[in-house]
């Protein structure tokens, strides 16, 4: 299994009864993205005491989910219906409980990568 190239937060609350397809039309409807691109989707409900993960890999969909007995996932100040993107140090941080406040991001060097 591997992970997600890319990770998107959506920002505005999702129902948690959305299953793939219903994930897969609010990546399209919503965040004006293709579910298929092998992205990472990550939803949280209102509380914030859900998140699941959608990505493609390999022929089909998964879902990744956790749900907090206890406790809240981090608010992440956006605009609602907009889509943040997260690196996999940011969704360890969000789905441990630490808060994502990020007051400078530091320039890296990452290679183009062609679509073949």
Known sequence: MRPPVKL??????????CSYDGLA???RRQLGQNPLSGHGFIFINRRRTQLKCL???????CVWSKRLERGRFAA???PAGQAITLS????????EGLDLVVTKRRKRWHPKVSAA
């Open 8 to 17: 998107w937060l959506c920002t505005q609350p999702t129902d948690m009864r």
């Open 25 to 27: 039309a609010l990546v």
């Open 55 to 61: 990505y493609f890999q390999a022929g089909g969909y």
């Open 76 to 78: 992440l100040s956006a």
């Open 88 to 95: 996999h140090a940011e969704f360890e941080a969000l789905i």
